[in-house]
């Protein structure tokens, strides 16, 4: 488990140091063997592990959503992760990592889309319970999808990143302030003495004792970052490299300051949503229309004070996302999912679109199998022995009022299926606001026998991740496996290290 968990390599167990801890902890226990642990006591954990993965997929999982990516490792060799998601029983959103397979080949749409569906076939996952596949923009990994004819979302974060750089993008004065900026961080990166320096200056100046950051282009964000570090330090970045006349040259002029303020003004409060929408423990997707509309009501709305440079920025972030979320079918998956979020519901859904949507949700749901009855049929063929005072009805209890509005909530045993859908969704939407802090999940685990089949939707669309950064956080787990130390490790070792650090 210490192995597994904490991804330390097997070779730990010879080293003099946890040798004598453990003597320590047990003077009589003697250490197995590094052979023991490599051919015995992980193979065994793995081989329990998957099997209790695979039984909860089997008795937990109705229907999944999914998020991949591909990464090559430390030594150059190319692998794939597939991780599920789901909301099991207890109404609690999972994630489970189900591989991380050594892809030695070329990362074509074709093979890919053929990768994906050995991936979901080799741990018995129905393509049609797959409600949506979360990638990023990649191409490959778009025409994977569309091979297969599965639903697919392109990552939030990826899109806004996109959306950020597209925004600042083709402008001589931007360009020309973030190379200054790179620039200059670069000059402290590789400068322990300009470091020091800079350490006083802080102090003197009474300026937090911040490292700069570097821009990082994997990193959603951390341009923006970079940036607003920058400006945090500047008095102090200017005063060191203006004393050496060999940095002179990299201290920024007053317009690179302006442009980077107004850069920073018109990207910070997006940063945010990135981070928040990231997670894998709790509902995500059915933010993306509420973030939108506050994008295009509030963050990028253009304000009085905003510099043009600013308000330029923000109308080109908000043109490439009103551009990217114009496709039909993914409005209609976020239409979903914002509506079987008690928090949402209809509000941020086009009023135009809101009968359709409707029409839709009685459409999936009569496509479905019946809720069934929580009542426990009489088996045929049995009969119940009851005594003859226990035969007589109970006395009639005077209705009350409130019963008979409760009678009017129910829908009637004569309705179609179609109307008493058309009540549930009905009723649903006339329950009184949620909190916005509210955990859908729980207030679905609550609610579930009142709209037996409308949480039956809910399952399916609350599960689909806004990112794919779940995906990108199994390979920040493998850059820990394969470190230079351990950089000889066969594929399928990589796999079960990672399966076993994601899923002990």
């Known amino acids: 488990m210490y192995i597994a968990k904490d991804m330390v390599p097997i070779y730990t167990v010879e080293k003099p140091g946890f040798i004598n801890m453990i003597k320590v ?17 992980l193979p065994n954990l793995y081989n329990s592990t998957r099997q209790r993965i695979a039984k909860e997929l089997q008795e937990e999982v109705s229907f999944y ?38 892809f030695p080949e070329d990362h074509t749409g074709e093979i890919v889309a053929q990768g994906l569906r050995d991936a979901l076939n080799s741990w018995n996952l129905a393509e049609d319970r797959l409600i949506c596949m979360t990638t990023d923009s990649g191409s490959n990994m778009i025409k994977a999808l569309k091979d297969n004819a599965w639903p697919n979302l392109q990552c939030f974060g990826h899109r806004l990143h996109n959306a950020i750089e597209n925004g600042v993008k083709e402008d001589p004065w931007i360009n020309r302030a973030i190379g200054v900026c790179k620039k200059a961080v670069s000059a402290f990166s590789y400068s322990w003495k300009r470091r020091r320096d800079m350490s006083e200056v802080q102090a003197e100046l009474g300026l937090p004792t911040h490292q700069l950051i570097t821009e990082s282009p994997t990193r959603w964000g951390s341009r923006q970052r970079m940036i607003e570090r920058f400006l945090e330090q500047e008095k102090a970045l200017v005063r060191v490299l203006g004393s050496d006349k060999r940095s002179r040259h990299l201290v920024p002029t007053w317009q690179d300051l302006d442009v980077l303020e107004s850069i920073n003004k018109a990207v910070k409060p997006l940063q945010e949503f990135t981070d928040a929408l990231s997670g894998e423990s709790y509902v995500s997707v059915s933010y993306i229309k509420p973030v939108l509309h506050l994008f295009k009501t509030s963050l990028l709305e253009p304000g009085e004070e905003d510099t043009e440079l600013t308000k330029t920025i923000k109308g080109n972030i908000m043109r490439y996302l009103d551009d990217k979320y114009s496709d039909p079918v993914k409005d209609e998956l976020l239409d979903m999912a914002s509506l079987v979020d008690p928090r949402f519901r209809t509000t941020y859904i086009d009023p135009d679109k809101v009968e359709e949507v409707k029409k839709r949700v009685v459409a999936e749901l009569m496509a479905l199998p019946a809720p069934a009855n929580n009542s426990t049929p009489q088996q045929p063929g049995t009969a119940v022995q009851v005594r003859q005072e226990d035969a007589q009805p109970p006395p009639k209890k005077k209705m009350t009022l409130a019963a008979f509005f409760k009678q009017n909530a129910v829908s009637s045993p004569n309705q179609s299926e179609a109307e008493k859908i058309e009540t549930e969704l009905k009723s649903y939407l006339l329950t009184p606001e949620v909190d916005p802090d509210t955990n859908p999940l729980e207030w679905w685990k609550r609610h579930q026998p009142n709209f037996p089949r409308l949480s039956v939707l809910a399952k399916r669309y609350l599960s689909i991740p806004a990112t794919s950064a779940p995906s990108e956080r199994v390979f920040s787990v493998g850059g820990g496996i394969v470190t230079c130390h351990r950089a000889c490790l066969k594929p399928e070792v990589v796999d079960r290290l990672v399966f076993l650090a994601k899923n002990v």
């Open 25 to 41: 902890l047990d003077p009589r226990y003697v250490l197995p063997s590094r052979k023991f642990f490599s051919d015995v006591a």
């Open 65 to 102: 959503s999914a998020t991949t990516d591909l990464w090559s490792s430390r030594t150059m060799q190319p692998y794939m992760s597939l991780t599920v998601h789901f909301i099991n029983n207890d109404w609690t959103l999972r994630s489970v990592c189900l591989q991380t397979a050594y």
